[in-house]
């Protein structure tokens, strides 16, 4: 595991958390991803920064659908858009929202795919 070293201060802290969550997932490393996702929302949830809450429940979202755990990534989704929405971000909302509509259509595809092999 990595560590930050120095004094960042809290947002520093957890801005190098969030980059290091994305560099572990961006190597398919999720479990470690999850990791540092988790700090950095710990830390900007004290800190009352939405706009880094939100993508944080981004990250986590995205390692959690890719670990194909569906349930706990739509949660992580939708909190991203609700944090994502009272700060404005547009970007991220719709980010997240676009999202969240993958998972809800990989979860049908693949529930329509079993239920049509069953008549096979």
């Given amino acids: 595991m990595l560590t930050v070293q120095g004094d960042l201060g809290n947002i520093g802290t957890g801005i190098c958390y969030n980059n290091i969550g994305t560099a572990y997932q961006s190597i398919s490393r999720f479990n470690e991803a999850l990791e540092y996702f988790k700090k950095t929302l710990e830390i900007m949830r004290t800190l009352g920064d939405k ?3 939100g993508r944080a429940h981004h990250g986590l979202g995205l390692c959690y659908h890719s670990l194909g755990q569906h349930e706990k990534a739509i949660e ?6 609700t944090s994502l929405k009272e700060t404005g971000d547009r970007f991220g909302e719709g980010r ?4 969240l ?15 049509v092999t069953k008549g096979l």
């Fill in 51 to 53: 706009g880094a809450e």
């Fill in 76 to 81: 992580h989704q939708e909190k991203s858009v």
């Fill in 96 to 99: 997240s929202t676009c999202m």
């Fill in 101 to 115: 509509a993958n998972i809800y259509n990989e979860i049908a595809t693949t529930k329509n795919r079993s239920e």
